[in-house]
Structures are given as C-alpha cells and as structure tokens.
C-alpha cells in the first residue's frame, strides 16, 4: 500500500507544485464543494466510483466519488429539509451553519446529477424509490445544466432533502499550488432501496461498484489514479464489514480539516498530509 502521508508527485502536477515552491504562483482562493461516497453490501462493503473524464480541467482522467461544488441554490432548501440540522453539521465540519446547509445539498445534488441516486423523499420518514423514469431524467439533466434550481426542483416534486441519510466522513482542502481549489466535505450514504445507480453524468467516461480494498490495491497496482483524498477514504472504509458499521462510524469520527502541503527534495515533489 502506498505511503498516506507523502506521495512522490509526477508529471503536470510536480510541475505546478514546483513552480508554486518556488514563489511563482499565487494561491487561488477555494471554492466550497461536497462529496459523497456513496456505499452497498454486496455483501461487504462496495463504493461507487467515477472515473471523470481525460478533458476535465480539474482531476482529468481520475477516479473520484460523485460530487461537485456548491451551487447558489443549494443554500436555499431550509423549508426542504428533514434530518439533523444545519448546526448540528456545522459542529461537525468546523464551519458556520449556512455553510454547512450548502455543503449537505450539494451533496445530495450533486449524486443526484452524477449517478441518478436521489436521497430525498415526500416525506421525512421515506425516500424516492425510483428515479429511472425519463421525467426524472429530464429534471437530472436540468439540474447539471442549471436550467434548474435545486431547491426549486424539491417544491416542484414535493421532496424534502433527507439530510439524516448523510454521515460527515471528512473535510479536505485542495493544496495550494493548484490552480483550481475546492474546500471539500466528504459524506458517507448508504444507496437506498430500490433505487440504482446510471452511468448518466456527462463528467465521466466510466463507472464501477467495488470494494475499497479493491481500489485500493488496483491504485497501488497503476491500474487507476485517484487523489491522495480518494485514496486515503477507500483505505479508512477497507476494514469494515458492513455499511451499518460505517455509518456508525461517521457519527463518531473527529473531522479536522486537511490541506496537503508540498515537500521539495532537490528536484522532487512530495504532497504531505499530517
């Protein structure tokens, strides 16, 4: 398994990071964004991956989970919400309560968008069972152009977001040599019954089920390339034997805030984390 807590950076990327040791960019400021993994028994534990597409200005060619920034609509689904609230989440990710509503609707947004998974139902005790219907489809597609407001896709369909359905797993920040940074919040979710996942998103070229050991090892083996964030989350879920187990885990894991910070070795570059 590779090292967690420094990676010997290759490419595009050891050049960027030099280029920043060396004093000649300026940091960009990072954008707020939400991740979910999304998870199955099948029977232990399987993750739902993406791999985005190799024209992406941000993550090219990687495996990642659903997930994207946070959209000027995803703060305003207050009267759409059921679940722990907004404050409670903001204790939980070290932010401020408006914040923290943002990162939870983008989450459930953006695995809307990206895999056809929908954690919202009529009411605060249910959830949709199907979203395969070309209406459905339709209202997606919306959603990803934003031709459509998220928030007002929840009072048009009568929805309420199912924010109980989501457990904080972490809280990662883009280093600062990249050009394009996200402050992100990772969840956890479990794939409700009846629905399924689609390969729908437009982002990707690729799409699988697996367990995170198994991405682990296909990492470690050059098989695929994922983000140190990716990477190190597939390596924490590995041990568990079920999604009720991880789950309860998210309830009870201290979440600090992480930005990989940039070694030079002569004319090497490490990306640490601590």
């Known amino acids: 398994m590779r090292d ?17 040791a060396e004093g000649t960019r300026t940091p960009a400021e990072p ?7 999304l998870l199955r028994d099948a029977p232990r534990p399987e993750v739902y991956l993406l791999r985005r597409q190799r024209t992406m200005a941000f993550a090219a060619g990687m495996t990642v989970f659903p997930g994207g920034r946070v959209d000027a609509t995803d703060s305003t689904v207050a009267d759409s919400w059921s679940g722990p609230s ?27 968008e990206e895999s056809g998974v929908l954690l919202a139902g009529p009411t605060p005790d249910a959830v949709v069972e199907d979203t395969t219907g070309a209406d459905w489809e339709a209202d997606r597609v919306a959603l990803e ?17 199912r924010a109980d359905l989501l457990g904080p797993w972490a809280h990662w920040i883009t280093p600062e040599f ?11 979710a479990a794939l409700p019954a009846g629905q399924v996942t689609r390969d729908v998103t437009s982002e990707s070229d690729q799409v699988t089920w697996i367990r995170p050991a198994d991405a682990v090892a296909a990492v470690d083996a050059g098989e695929v390339l994922m983000l140190p964030p990716t990477y190190i989350c597939c390596h924490e879920l590995s041990p568990y034997d079920d999604v009720a187990g991880i789950l309860a885990a998210a309830g009870e894991r201290e979440i600090r805030a992480i930005m990989p910070t940039v070694r030079v070795d002569g004319d090497q570059a490490y990306l640490e984390t601590t």
């Open 178 to 188: 990249e050009p394009k940074r996200y402050d992100t919040a990772f969840f956890v």
């Open 4 to 20: 967690l807590k420094s990676h010997l950076m290759t490419g595009r990327m050891a050049e960027v990071a030099l280029e920043y």
């Open 31 to 37: 954008r707020p964004a939400s991740t979910v993994i």
């Open 145 to 161: 152009t934003r031709e459509l407001g998220f928030s007002e896709f929840l009072h048009r369909r009568g929805l309420v977001l």
């Open 86 to 112: 907004p404050e409670w989440f903001s204790e939980r990710l070290g932010c401020s309560a408006d914040t923290a509503a943002a990162y939870v609707a983008a989450a459930v947004r953006e695995t809307f």
